[in-house]
DNA sequence: CCGATTTTGTTGTGAAAACAACACTTTTTA
DNA sequence: TAAAAAGTGTTGTTTTCACAACAAAATCGG
């Protein structure tokens, strides 16, 4: 089958065997595509019939307001899904666009097959449910996390906030983190240059050291516990 | 039955019978408790053993940083929960504290009963996960409209954002807030004398009217679509 | 109903961030 | 592998914001 091994990798379909993977794929009108770097996955504002699972590389979640103004809302990863809400919510456009940030491959799954209990009784179709509600957990607690960093008042604790948490993620004070500088100002909204600025400040006041994506945390200071 | 009528009129119990809704009870180990204003609910950093669901009046999810500024992470009213992310997350403590807004009824149903599956098989409980997952989608959409709002790089557009989403939801350019402006203001992580003087402006400049928690968005401007 | 507390609007000041511009470096790609 | 494109660090200028202070208005609680 197909890219077994890659969907036996994530999440939402590590119980299943090859068998049930197939008949699961039939009952959500699976499509796989492969996407280059800087590719659109989905676009925002497109009538929204998908919800978008990550199997190889990795994909930006994009906002564009009224004004052109890029926010990045997260950052998705291999195993992780793009959709799920909306489908609940049956929303009937795309909130976002999903922009492959290397080679990606994405598996499509028919929102409201996904959404509906199956007639067919694909057998482990309510275990998928069970695994996409804990993905629709972990994801609500990522934006939650997001919002800390953004609640603070200047780009100094944002972004210490902003490593300090990845560093706990990861257990440690030395870390890579998904972004770039460019990439980190859209995600936090600030400014590019400014957030490079501080960023080293930060370096030559002794508090982090970093060197394109790797960091390290060197004094947590007030962001100890 | 306790309560009944009230746990008829939210999203997760409006299918079941009192019967049920009884059985569910059991099952779940809930408790009341009525709140005054002001009152904790729950507290940041304790022990996290219930979801709280409101089933009378309203409350905040207030986050304080290790510098002790509040954050309002958002509003729940009649019918929300609080809790089901970090239940399905299994984390141990709570990560905000829950401030009731005026004289509020909440039940409490244990975690790790609520996320388990029902050895019991008490009937409906399939269903209690499948509203679950519906309010945890509305939950992140919820989140992910505040972060639109929080990427703006000014209060005014901020303030505006937010005001012209609740101008959507409610279908009407004349809608109330649930916040008054210093609470606007910890939801939207600015100064309340900042949020003031910009309201002020805006007001002067004809773009919204407000009186109290009452708005009228004038001219949409910008964020007309 | 009245005194106490909280919320609000306003103003001024200093700090911080956005913005713009530019040279330099790194990465991409043809 | 060289030219083009994208990303980075730095600086100066302008705008915006946080902060502090205070009087007035609204709300609360006994």
Redesign the pocket.
């Known amino acids: 089958m197909e890219h077994f091994t890659e969907l036996k990798a994530t999440k939402i379909f590590s119980f299943s065997s090859e068998f049930e993977c197939q008949a699961m794929m039939f009952c959500f009108k699976t499509r796989f595509k492969t996407f280059?770097?800087?590719q659109k996955i989905v676009s925002q504002g497109e009538p929204m019939n998908d919800v978008a699972l990550i199997l190889k590389g990795s994909a930006n979640v994009e906002n564009i307001d009224s004004l052109g103004?890029i926010s990045i809302v997260m950052r998705l990863k291999k195993g992780d899904v793009y959709g799920v809400e909306s489908a609940y919510a049956r929303d009937d456009v795309y909130k976002d666009s999903l922009i492959a940030t290397e080679k990606t491959l994405v598996m499509f799954m028919d929102s409201h097959r996904l959404i509906t209990p199956c007639e067919n009784r694909c057998k482990r179709h309510d275990l998928v449910v069970k695994n996409l509600m804990r993905m629709m957990a972990e994801s609500n607690i990522r934006l939650l996390d997001k919002l800390t960093h953004m609640a603070k008042?200047?780009?100094?604790?944002?972004v210490l906030s902003y490593l300090y948490s990845i560093s706990q993620k990861q257990q440690s004070t030395y870390f890579e983190i998904p972004f770039?500088?460019?990439?980190?100002?859209n995600y936090l909204?600030?400014?590019?240059?400014?957030?490079?600025?501080?960023?080293?400040k930060l370096k030559?006041e002794g508090l982090i050291d970093?060197e394109?994506?790797q960091y390290h945390l060197i004094k947590k200071d007030k962001y100890d516990e």
């Not at 008042?153 to 944002?158: L, Q, S």
């Not at 770039?180 to 100002?185: C, D, P, W």
């Open positions: 280059d770097k800087n103004n008042k200047n780009i100094r604790d944002k770039n500088v460019t990439e980190l100002a909204s600030v400014d590019r240059s400014a957030l490079s600025n501080e960023l080293s030559k970093y394109k994506k």
